[in-house]
């Protein structure tokens, strides 16, 4: 592993260990040649997986862009980064292990909905402003109004449970 500091190709791992969800190998690692230390993680890849978007473009799957969106998301909201990495691990393995090479923004858009609808409400409002590109106030209204209806189940529930 080349160093990220001075660029020495040949860096020594001083430890590694399982991740809380045993989901990667954490390594940290120093440069011989100027000293550094600096954290890898290591995670298994089950297929290349390729995004494309609404124009036809077609890029790499960025799982890093995918836990900035959902962290962006939750951020200032009582949902711990262990919470966020667990979402972020489940995602990627559904779209890993469900889809043949190709994803559209749509299908990956769509899945991280529905896991924030499950994880925080207003997190989910957050990241629908932005992924279904509201344009006026009226549009937001009307998702709000979806929002109720699948919201209101969950609610009642919780009165039943308490009551």
Do not use: W
Not at 22 to 46: D, I, K, M, W
Not at 88 to 114: C, D, H, P, W
């Amino acid at each position: 592993m080349k160093c990220p500091f001075c660029g020495f190709d040949d860096t020594v791992v001083k430890d590694s260990r399982n991740s809380d969800d045993n989901t990667s190998v954490r390594r940290r690692r120093e440069c011989p040649e100027c000293g550094s230390r600096f954290t890898t993680f290591e995670r298994v890849q089950l297929r290349e997986l390729i995004v494309v978007k609404k124009n036809g473009e077609k890029t790499p799957f960025d799982r890093e862009k995918l836990h900035r969106s959902i962290s962006i998301a939750l951020r200032k909201r009582p949902v711990s980064p262990e919470r966020i990495d667990k979402v972020v691990n489940s995602l990627v393995r559904k779209f890993e292990s469900s889809y043949e090479g190709e994803i559209s923004t749509l299908q990956i858009g769509e899945a991280v909905m529905e896991s924030l609808s499950r994880l925080d409400h207003i997190a989910y409002i957050r990241f629908a402003s932005v992924y279904k590109d509201f344009k006026e106030v009226k549009d937001f209204e009307e998702f709000v109004k979806t929002l109720d209806e699948l919201v209101k189940p969950v609610l009642e529930q919780k009165e039943n449970d308490n009551g």
